[in-house]
C-alpha cells in the first residue's frame, strides 16, 4: 500500500481553502514523492543538451555551452561530450571523462550499433568511443542538414534530436526565426531553403532523407510516444501564442510560416496539448515517455526558461491525440533540457541557461546534472490525469478524495482560445468564460470525478482547478490545476464506461427493450413475457429508480428536472442482461 505525503507549502492562493494556499506550477519544490541528488562534482558545471545510456552502466552527456549565444552563420564549436562512469553514485563521487570537444552546437546524442551520433548544428554526424570508453572520434557525416544560407535565419535552426529505428534516424528541424523572435511573412525571399521547420528522416546508410511535414517553429524535443508515435515540442512566438507537444503526423502542417513549400498549403493541424504561456511553459524542451511507475504512459517535459519539468498526460479522441499538462516538479538546480529513465524508474535530469531570467535561463541558472528517484510506496496527493467525456470531463487523482471532492464549489472550469497572430507570442487564451459545472459524480473508489458540464465546445483550452478538493486523508491536492485541450469531445461515458445497447436493440431488435424520449424524461418499453426488473443509478451506484413486473409494460423512468447529470440504465430481461448510460 502506497503512504500518502503532505504537499509543501506554496506561497500564491489559488484554493477556496484559505488555509492552505497552493501554486498551480511549483518551480520551487521537489515532488514529495521524490528524493533529488546530484549527479556531478561541484567543480564539473556541465550544460546538459543530450544524454543516453552506455554499456556497462555508463552515462553519455553532451554539452551544449553558452546556448543561444550565436546569432550569426558561423557554427560555432563549443560542444563536449563526456562519460560518466558511475551514475549511480552522487555528488563528489561521481567520475566523469571528456571524450570529445569542439562539437559544433550540438542538441541530441543517441547510442546506436556500437556508436554515437550526435545532432549538431546542420550536420548529423557519427563518433566512434574506444574500447575504455576515453576518447570518441568522428568516423563520417551521416547527414547535412539542410538550413537557410543567411545568417539572420539560420542562427536558430538547430538539428534538433534524436531518435533512430529500422535504419533511420530523426530530427526536430528548427524553422527560421528573425533576431527577436519574429518569423520572415513579411520577408519569404529572404529565405532560400524549403526543407526547415519539420520532422526530417534520414536514412543511416546513404544520408538520403525525407521532409516528414512542416510549419514548426522552435522544435526543441523529439521523442517516441505511445503507439510509436513520434512527438515533438515547439516554443511560442510569432504564429504561436503558446508553447505546444504535439504528434508528428505525416503531411502535416502546423502552421508556423518557414519558406513556402509542399506542406504551407495545407490546412494547419492543431497541436495535441497547447503548454500555455506564462502558466505551465515558457521554453519547453526534450519529452520523455515515462516507462515505469505511476505515470506511466505519461510525458514529462523539461522547461529552461519558467523552471521545473511538467507531465503531460495523452488520450486519443476520435483517432486523434490531445491531452492535458500539468506540474510535476520543481527545486531543480537548472532549466531542464534533457530527461533520461533508468530501469529502475530514476529520472536523469540535465540542463543548461545563458545566464539571465528573460530567455533560455530559468532563474539565471546555467548548469546542472541530478537525479530524481522515486519514493518506494510514497504517492503524492495530485491530479493523475483528466479526461474528455461525452458530456463533461473526467478527473483521476492519485488518492481517494474526501467530502470535498463531491461539491461543485471545490472545482472551476475556464474554456479559452488559441489565435496565432503575425506579433510575437500573441493571441494566448483569448475570450476566457468560466464554465457552469451542472452535477458532480464521483467513481465507487473515490479516486475518478466526473464534472458535468453543459456547455463544454470543442476547440478550446480548459483550465481545470481543483483547489477545494482534499483527499481522505486530509491532503490537499499539490498543484491543483491541469491544462487540457479539446480538440475533440470524446463519445465515451464516464467512470463505469457501460456497456451500450447494441443498435439493433436501440431500434427496437425482436426480444430487445426500447428506449424513448419523451418531454417528460425517458421511458423503457419491455417487449413480450417474462419477468424483468429495471434499475436506474447514479454513477456510484445509488438507484434512483426501480421497478419490476412480468410481461409486456411501458414505464416512465424520470422526469424533467428531477434528476441531473449521468445514471447507468440496467434492464434484466430473463436470462439477459442490458446497459445504457442515460444524461439528464
Not at 488520450?315 to 491525440?321: R, T, Y
Request: glycine share 14%; with cysteine; charged share 20%.
Amino acid at each position: 500500500m502506497r503512504k500518502s505525503v503532505q504537499a509543501s507549502a506554496c506561497v500564491i492562493a489559488f484554493s477556496i481553502l484559505p488555509c492552505h494556499p497552493q501554486i498551480l506550477d511549483d518551480v520551487e519544490h521537489v515532488n514529495p514523492a521524490w528524493t533529488l541528488a546530484s549527479l556531478r562534482p561541484a567543480a564539473w558545471e556541465v550544460q546538459v543538451a543530450g544524454m543516453d545510456f552506455l554499456p556497462g552502466g555508463r552515462l553519455l552527456v553532451l554539452e551544449h555551452s553558452k546556448p543561444d549565444a550565436n546569432r550569426t552563420n558561423v557554427v560555432r564549436a563549443n560542444g563536449r561530450l563526456y562519460v560518466v562512469a558511475n551514475p549511480s553514485a552522487n555528488g563528489e563521487a561521481v567520475k566523469y571523462a571528456l571524450v570529445a570537444q569542439d562539437l559544433k552546437e550540438p542538441v541530441g546524442a543517441l547510442w546506436v550499433n556500437g556508436k554515437v551520433y550526435i545532432a549538431e548544428k546542420n550536420q548529423l554526424n557519427e563518433y566512434t568511443l574506444d574500447a575504455g570508453f576515453t576518447k570518441a572520434v568522428k568516423t563520417r557525416t551521416v547527414a547535412a542538414i539542410p538550413h537557410d544560407s543567411r545568417g539572420i535565419a539560420n542562427f536558430q535552426e538547430y538539428t534538433f534530436g534524436l531518435l533512430y529505428k529500422d535504419g533511420y534516424f530523426y530530427v526536430a528541424g528548427g524553422g527560421a526565426v528573425i533576431r527577436g523572435g519574429r518569423s520572415f511573412d513579411s520577408l519569404p525571399d529572404s529565405l532560400d531553403e524549403p526543407r526547415v521547420g519539420g520532422v526530417l528522416k534520414i536514412k543511416d546508410s546513404d544520408g538520403s532523407m525525407e521532409m516528414l511535414n512542416g510549419g514548426m517553429r522552435a522544435s526543441n524535443g523529439i521523442a517516441w510516444g505511445p503507439e510509436g508515435t513520434i512527438w515533438i515540442t515547439d516554443n511560442q512566438g510569432s504564429y504561436r501564442p503558446s508553447s505546444q507537444l504535439t504528434q508528428s503526423i505525416p503531411g502535416a502542417n502546423y502552421g508556423y510560416p518557414n519558406k513556402p513549400g509542399v506542406f504551407s498549403s495545407k490546412p494547419i493541424t492543431p497541436p495535441g496539448v497547447w503548454l500555455v504561456h506564462g502558466d505551465i511553459a515558457r521554453s519547453p524542451t526534450y519529452p520523455h515517455l515515462v516507462a515505469k511507475g505511476l505515470y506511466a504512459g505519461q510525458f514529462l517535459v523539461g522547461d529552461i526558461s519558467q523552471g521545473g519539468i511538467k507531465r503531460v498526460f495523452v488520450e486519443k479522441v476520435n483517432g486523434a491525440w490531445q491531452g492535458c499538462v500539468f506540474s510535476f516538479t520543481g527545486g531543480l538546480e537548472v532549466g531542464i533540457e534533457k530527461i533520461l529513465e533508468d530501469s529502475s524508474g530514476t529520472l536523469y535530469v540535465g540542463g543548461f541557461g545563458r545566464g539571465d531570467a528573460a530567455n533560455w535561463g530559468w532563474n539565471g541558472k546555467e548548469w546542472g546534472l541530478q537525479k530524481l528517484i522515486p519514493k518506494p510506496g510514497v504517492t503524492a496527493m495530485e491530479i493523475l490525469s483528466i479526461r474528455s467525456r461525452r458530456i463533461g470531463m473526467e478527473i483521476e487523482f492519485t488518492q481517494p478524495v474526501g467530502a470535498e471532492g463531491e461539491l461543485a464549489s471545490s472545482y472551476s472550469v475556464i474554456a479559452g482560445g488559441m489565435a496565432p497572430e503575425t506579433g510575437y507570442g500573441l493571441g494566448s487564451m483569448i475570450g476566457k468564460t468560466t464554465l457552469p459545472i451542472k452535477s458532480v459524480q464521483l467513481s465507487p473508489d473515490r479516486k475518478r470525478v466526473f464534472l458535468d458540464l453543459p456547455g463544454l465546445t470543442a476547440g478550446k483550452v480548459l483550465i481545470i482547478k481543483t483547489a477545494g478538493v482534499k483527499s481522505q486523508a486530509g491532503e490537499t491536492v499539490r498543484c491543483p490545476a491541469g491544462w487540457y485541450t479539446l480538440n475533440a469531445i470524446s463519445p465515451t461515458d464516464p467512470l463505469p464506461s457501460p456497456t451500450r445497447i447494441g443498435p439493433a436493440a436501440a431500434a427496437g431488435g425482436e426480444g430487445a427493450p426500447r428506449i424513448f424520449t419523451t418531454a417528460q424524461g425517458f421511458e423503457v418499453e419491455i417487449p413480450g413475457a417474462g419477468s424483468h426488473r429495471i434499475t436506474l443509478s447514479n454513477l456510484q451506484g445509488k438507484a434512483a429508480y426501480s421497478a419490476s413486473g412480468n410481461g409486456a409494460r411501458r414505464y416512465a423512468i424520470a422526469q424533467a428536472g428531477r434528476l441531473s447529470g449521468l445514471y447507468i440504465l440496467e434492464v434484466k430481461l430473463g436470462g439477459t442482461g442490458y446497459r445504457r448510460a442515460l444524461a439528464f
